[in-house]
């Protein structure tokens, strides 16, 4: 994952963290993640994909750390 859309994934995790998917906006995690809207929009179609790539990428990182364990 480049640092534009790390930062964009670290800020939408806090984002939908505190104010949940409707609470959410991409003007808000675009603030957060120090990107313009318009980069954010480049990396993310929508907010309804930015949020199901946060989970994925969230449940990717619980199993990698899972199987650290066995």
Known sequence: MNKTKEAIYNASIDIFSRCGYTGASMDD???????????LYYHFKSKEELFLFAMQTGLNHLIDDARGVL
């Open 29 to 39: 995690i675009a603030v957060s993640a120090g990107v313009a809207k318009g980069t």
